[in-house]
């Protein structure tokens, strides 16, 4: 009988790593295949606005969005234990309502604020807040499918999203104009419809006759452990935002668009995969580790939690490393294959913004690891002091070695985030062991 449970566990385990996998491996393809497009598309100039623009949307998403959807990831199982599900699912969409109506207002303020600098600028302003208004509820809705284990769907919306992204922005540049504001407005039409599918598979996979009239007090419980849980990770993902832009704005400040589209190339082809190997283990770990660790009752599942995350940290340090290697080999004909022939002459920096990506996905890893303990209060010193290092070393690197200085200081700031990330989750060991 044990062995027949045992079993069982090892093909669900297998068939939903498959899946995540799978959906990801799709989801890159999108990632490249847009990529060859867009840098042909677009001149170098209008490719780094389009970058400079995505820094806001990644602000929204690692200040309001990304806190709340780890929130949801933690609690999903929490609810699902105290038989509290429809409770927690009515606090959850309507904070993300109000999350998105927040967003696009605060776009609109910055539009009205902008407009007399530069109307170019404030249209690119609101596009993007707009484009993050419709993104945060559709990640709440993905954040409930992989904490339910929902791995098909959530796989499916995942990658439809990648595709949609680069159909949209492709359909709209050859519609409209070549330019950045064409390839924003591509991105708020693909989001739309994203968030669409996210409603329709949301009600059909949790059809529950959600009482927006549930207590106040009821409400309100969940809204304080979600916003306790939320808000160390928006005080530090502000930080984080800062040192990711940094190398952005830096280079349009000393060095020019045109650097800043070379960077956004590199960005692409190096940091984007990465990520998203970081997301597959990330998607496939969250709702097993969370579930494992519950409530935190049970010092030998929390324990045993966190071994899973460490072991899962190494694996993407080595990988990480091989990759990077690989890379140095490689990256002309990464280059000749992926992107214009017009940024060719900065493939040899490929591999660095590589272990600099897998280094951030390692730390990234450590992080979901630490979380199974409930809290994030030990989290937010090393994120902030690296994430303030990672800027100044940033801007030093664009003014005194331009685009190689930016991501030196990439390198240097991730293997600084990552190594006291890693420290923090064994600090957390040897506590759970006492």
């Given amino acids: 009988m044990t062995s027949n449970i045992q079993n069982k566990k090892i093909r669900r385990l297998s068939g939903e790593a498959f899946v995540v996998v799978g959906s990801q491996a799709i989801a890159a393809l999108a990632g490249l295949v847009g990529l060859r497009f867009i840098t042909t598309l677009l001149s170098r100039e209008s490719f780094g606005e389009l970058s400079l623009a995505m820094t806001a949307i990644s602000l929204i998403q690692l200040v309001f969005t990304k806190p709340f959807s780890s929130a949801v990831r933690r609690f999903y199982a929490v609810s699902v234990e105290e038989n509290k599900l429809e409770q927690f699912t009515a606090s959850c969409w309507q904070l993300a309502i109000a999350l998105a109506i927040s967003i696009v207002l605060l776009g609109t303020c910055c539009f009205l604020g902008l407009l007399s600098f530069s109307s170019h600028v404030a249209l690119l302003c609101v596009l993007a807040f707009l484009v993050a208004g419709l993104q945060a509820p559709g990640d709440m809705s993905q954040s409930f499918q992989v904490a339910a284990r929902n791995r098909v769907v959530a796989g499916v919306l995942n990658f439809t999203c990648q595709w949609l992204r680069v159909v949209g922005i492709v359909v709209a540049v050859l519609l409209l104009t070549s330019d950045s504001v064409s390839a924003v407005i591509g991105m708020v039409g693909a989001y739309g419809c994203w968030l669409g599918l996210q409603i329709l598979a949301f009600k059909k996979l949790f059809p529950l006759q959600i009482d927006w009239k549930i207590q106040y007090e009821e409400l309100f419980s969940w809204w304080k452990r ?45 940091y984007y995969p990465m990520y998203l190997f970081a997301m597959c283990i990330s998607e496939f770990l969250t709702p097993i580790l969370f579930g494992i660790a519950g409530d935190n009752s049970d010092r030998r599942q929390e324990f045993r939690a966190v071994n899973i995350g460490s072991m899962s940290v190494w694996a993407v340090i080595t990988i990480t490393v091989l990759v990077g290697l690989l890379t140095i080999f490689i990256h002309p004909f990464i280059f000749q294959i992926c992107v214009d022939q017009s940024y060719a002459d900065t493939s040899y920096l490929l591999p660095v913004m590589l272990l600099a990506s897998g280094f951030i996905a390692a730390a990234e890893v450590a992080t979901l690891a630490i979380q199974t303990s409930g809290t994030n209060k030990q989290l937010t010193l090393p994120k902030i002091t690296t994430s303030i290092v990672g800027s100044v070393i940033t801007v030093f690197g664009a003014y005194l070695y331009g685009l190689q200085g930016v991501l030196y200081a990439g390198l240097c700031y991730a293997t600084l985030h990552m190594v006291w990330t890693i420290f923090l989750l064994y600090q957390l060991r040897k506590k759970i062991l006492i």
């Fill in 226 to 270: 979600l916003s306790e849980f939320a808000r160390p990770i928006a005080f530090w993902g502000f930080f984080i935002w800062l040192t990711n832009s940094s190398s952005r704005w830096s280079l349009e400040f000393f060095q020019g668009s045109e650097e800043v589209g070379s960077y956004a190339a590199l960005f692409q082809l190096g």
